[in-house]
């Protein structure tokens, strides 16, 4: 029962109809939630060039499933900063080496040092935040970075840079409905200019279709058997079933508005609160 309890899911206590739909879609047994998957994942880490050398800091790791990725790439250090302990337990459980960690904190204040990162990534979180604190988590990731350092974020984007307000509108109020969570998606224009804001120059930028639920991105991400143990158990919970189906309408009704994006960027010589904060659409976000 200890062993049990200490590689609990995050939010285990709610009924499937009130959790999160990440951490939902986590007890299903899907293990990599971000919005391009894991080929997206992967593409941003490229980008990214972890190397030997570098100290790096991952935003919100959830499952684990990019750290893994990460660590293989067995960089000088390694910290993830993760809010919600059951989740930092699992994480911790990956690690290895006496200069890797997990800690329970916040992206928008943690207790790294000043420039003590070379690279710092998030993925599928700044998604979930206001405008306010979107800029918050940039700042404190340009905070922790050396100059020169790469930053990489993996995000819902929307489609267009004109898209309609009311459209804007409908697809924030879908996706509150269906997963539970305020979701903020912004435009790659908007992303940019949030990145650019906080000090960096982007050197990255890739877009893919968001197709989290469809049946060959779930084989891609979690593997035939990983897939298939989805289906099941989301065949034996209905109510969980019910919550999954409606997140799977939402992201087909709105599919030619919404896109997985990444971007990395570099850290200027200038540091942040030196730069104009530029507001990204703040009637949006």
């Not at 918050?136 to 309609?164: M, N, T, W």
């Not at 058997?225 to 919550?243: M, S």
């Amino acid at each position: 029962m200890q062993i049990a309890k200490k590689m609990a899911l995050p939010k285990t206590g709610l009924s499937p109809g009130k959790i999160p739909g990440h951490w939902l879609l986590a007890r299903l047994g899907k293990r990599v939630l971000r919005p391009g998957g894991v080929r997206l994942t992967r593409r941003m880490l490229e980008s990214l060039t972890i190397q030997s050398s570098d100290a790096v800091v991952e935003f919100a790791p959830g499952m684990g499933a990019t750290a893994r990725i990460t660590l293989n790439l067995h960089p000088a250090s390694y910290t993830a900063i993760e809010d919600d302990e059951d989740a930092a337990v699992r994480v911790r459980s990956l690690l290895t080496g006496p200069n890797q960690q997990c800690l329970v904190g916040k992206a928008q204040a943690t207790p790294v040092p000043d420039q003590a990162a070379t690279v710092v990534y998030g993925e599928a979180m700044l998604t979930m935040q206001g405008a306010e604190q979107k800029h918050r988590i940039v700042q404190e990731a340009f905070r922790i970075l050396k100059p020169g350092g790469r930053y990489g974020i993996h995000e819902l984007c929307l489609v267009s840079d004109d898209l309609d307000d009311k459209i804007r509108r409908e697809i924030e109020q879908a996706l509150a409905q269906t997963i539970h969570v305020g979701a903020r998606p912004l435009t790659s224009t908007e992303w940019r200019m949030l990145l650019e804001a906080g000090g960096s120059s982007v050197k990255t930028e890739v877009r893919c279709p968001m197709r989290l639920l469809e049946p060959d991105r779930l084989i891609q991400d979690e593997g035939l058997w990983g897939a298939l143990r989805f289906v099941t158990n989301l065949i034996r919970d209905k109510e969980a079933r019910q919550r999954v189906l409606a997140m799977r309408r939402t992201f087909m009704k709105y599919h030619s508005n919404m896109a997985a994006i990444v971007l990395v960027g570099t850290k200027l010589s200038e540091p942040y609160g030196t730069r104009e904060v530029v507001n990204v659409a703040p009637s949006h976000v």
